[in-house]
């Protein structure tokens, strides 16, 4: 009798001050504060339109972090901040044991600039097909489509995105012109022709009968003696000398 009463005192005791300990605990992480903050910005394609810094700053001119109570800071509210920087694509936030918070960004990858006229600032288009402003810090190489407006640069954003993973046909194209007649043309980086795709039809057959038309006539070295190429037409390559 007189062991089990014990062991019920026991029991008591070991519960009474576990919940001392975890109120301890409640009460010493409800006064718990953030350390410091620590940014990561994954690269992209060697591309910099974010960087850790500036990141950090932005997030700054909100909220100091340092000295901030846990409870308090919204990691809602942090990712909002952050996504208030228009080339950030995806955030990971998270606070660490060390009570530092850290933010992992990712960034917005242009593929293509557009410009629409002397009298409207460019932009790009991004990965995902949506507007992205210039960077004041950082520009793309990436080819530019002149084109009256962004919807008119859908079609020739299209052969970019087609061709954007294939390291022969991306290095070869450097701009893209759209006419409300003839459609798309190309000014590539090698050669001084003009090549008339019309539209986005058929592309991979319009890019393997420019492929042969490159490659017979760069062999024969008299590449730049034509000043337009014409892929529109069925089962051959209609090409125009300088006279």
Do not use: C
Not at 160 to 188: C, K, M, R, Y
Not at 190 to 210: D, M, S
Not at 230 to 243: E, I, K, P, S
């Amino acid at each position: 009798m007189i062991r089990t009463i014990l062991s019920i005192a026991s029991a008591v005791l070991l519960i009474t001050g576990s919940g001392a300990l975890v109120g301890f605990s409640v009460e010493r992480e409800s006064n718990a504060r953030y350390a410091g903050l620590e940014v990561d910005v994954v690269e992209i394609d060697g591309m910099f339109f974010v960087d850790a810094a500036g990141v950090r700053d932005h997030i700054y001119a909100h909220d100091s972090i340092a000295g901030t109570f846990i409870a308090d800071l919204s990691l809602h509210d942090v990712e909002h901040w952050v996504h208030e920087i228009p080339a950030i694509d995806g955030i990971e936030i998270y606070p660490g044991l060390n009570r530092t918070l850290h933010v992992r960004v990712t960034q917005r990858k242009p593929l293509a600039r557009v410009h629409t006229s002397e009298d409207a600032s460019d932009f790009y288009i991004d990965s995902n097909g949506t507007m992205l402003p210039l960077s004041p810090h950082y520009t793309a190489r990436v080819p530019i489509i002149h084109a009256p407006s962004f919807e008119a640069a859908a079609e020739a954003f299209a052969l970019v995105n087609a061709t954007t993973n294939d390291p022969l046909w991306s290095a070869f194209i450097d701009q893209i012109e759209v006419d409300d007649e003839t459609g798309l043309s190309v000014v590539p980086r090698v050669g001084a022709a003009r090549i008339q795709f019309g539209n986005t039809q058929h592309l991979e057959e319009k890019l393997n009968k420019l492929l042969v038309f490159y490659t017979e006539h760069v062999e024969r070295g008299n590449l730049n003696v034509y000043k337009r190429i014409d892929l529109t037409y069925t089962d051959q390559v209609v090409a125009q000398r300088y006279y």
